[in-house]
């Protein structure tokens, strides 16, 4: 049972546009959401995060969205840079006390920005 | 330098042999995790530390274990390696923002 999903394997935009990536959860109990942004050969790096109780989160050309009644999040990177290029992975955080910080993380979303 | 190293990066085993993976990491931090990448999965968590010697199951813990000797050390151990096992293995660290610092991963082909 996937809590976390991406429907999307790829998305390919132009260089300057906006480029969105989508999130879908099942589980009412995360309280925490993140995108991480991973390049080849490489681990994933953190790049956006926002709380349960926030709608939005921006940082520069980052902004993360949370629609808490629909469970979906999704991350627009405006304008769109080649450097992007990369596999983007939403995760979530279960609120439950025994959790441990453990993270969910969905399938990932490979995003290519053609100059 | 400061944050987590994953060895090897790349190892090649035979099926029924044991491998095992280390993690080190210099950030204190308590909490340690496995994860597997897989395509279509995504990144699948395999076991867990909550502490020296305290460890537990992820999602995906069949044929693996776990050892915490000391808070920097955090140790995966393919028992007895099979074909389904082949993956990149990451290690990650939970730092107090709530995000994790993954190693570099180690791309394992069982054969």
């Known amino acids: 049972d996937q809590q976390v999903k991406q429907n999307s394997p790829s998305l390919s935009v132009q260089e300057g546009r906006i480029s969105i990536l989508n999130c879908d959860y099942t589980n009412s109990m995360f309280d925490y959401f993140l995108w991480y942004k991973k390049y080849p050969a490489e681990g994933p790096t953190f790049l956006i995060s926002?709380?349960?109780?926030?709608d939005k989160n921006e940082d520069g050309r980052f902004t993360v969205f949370l629609n808490k009644s629909a469970k979906h999040l999704s991350l627009h990177i405006v304008p769109s840079q080649p450097g992007d290029s990369a596999v983007y992975f939403c995760a979530a955080r279960d609120a439950g006390g025994t959790s441990y910080g453990k993270l969910t993380f969905g399938q990932g979303t490979i995003l290519t920005v053609h100059p | 330098d400061a944050g987590i190293t994953q060895s090897p990066r790349h190892k090649v085993t035979e099926t029924g042999t044991p491998v095992t993976l280390r993690c080190h990491q210099t950030e204190n931090h308590r909490y340690m995790y496995w994860y597997r990448q897989d395509p279509g999965h995504g990144l699948r968590l395999i076991h867990y530390s909550y502490g020296v010697k305290d460890t537990d199951k992820g999602e995906v813990s069949d044929g693996y274990s776990v050892s915490r000797s000391k808070t920097e050390d955090f140790l995966l151990t393919l028992e007895s390696a099979t074909s389904s096992q082949t993956s990149v293995y990451f290690c990650?660290?939970?730092?107090?923002?709530?995000?994790?610092?993954f190693g570099s991963g180690t791309r394992l082909t069982v054969v």
């Open positions: 926002i709380s349960s109780i926030k």
């Open positions: 990650a660290s939970l730092g107090e923002d709530y995000g994790y610092t």
